[in-house]
């Protein structure tokens, strides 16, 4: 089991029981933000933990964007939409059937996205190639 806690300051100032820098309250950072952040670092963690198991060196940036409304089942705010577009270098590159199960892999094991209701589409370049 992996355990995490956070807590919030009155002032809504967050902080992380393993320390670093705190995070403050700003009307740039929303908690949409947040959870689009986490779904971004979280598959880059995962992508890196695969990659590292296979000798693989991984570099890779991500953008994400998502979209929140109100869900046709039960009428409560939700995102609807995730997507998340990974740039990525690899060394040595793989190629075929071994780069599509070393990106499942992150996908699959990243638990932020695996918590989320909506399921979240990736897109992977690599080099300036997409797959």
């Not at 320390?19 to 971004?40: K, N, Y």
């Not at 991984?58 to 740039?87: K, M």
Request: net charge negative; charged share 25%.
């Amino acid at each position: 089991m992996f355990e995490y806690r956070v807590s919030t300051d009155p002032d809504w100032t967050a902080h992380s029981d393993r320390g670093g820098s705190a995070i403050p309250r700003e009307d740039a950072w929303t908690p949409e933000h947040l959870v689009l952040a986490g779904l971004s670092r979280c598959t880059l963690k995962s992508l890196q933990y695969h990659a590292g198991r296979a000798g693989i060196r991984a570099t890779a940036t991500a953008d994400a964007y998502g979209s929140v409304t109100r869900r046709e089942g039960d009428g409560r705010f939700a995102f609807v939409e995730i997507s998340v577009a990974f740039d990525v270098s690899l060394e040595p590159r793989l190629e075929g059937d071994a780069l599509r199960t070393l990106f499942a892999s992150a996908e699959r094991d990243c638990f932020v996205g695996a918590s989320l209701t909506v399921t979240p589409a990736y897109t992977w370049n690599v080099d300036g190639e997409e797959l």
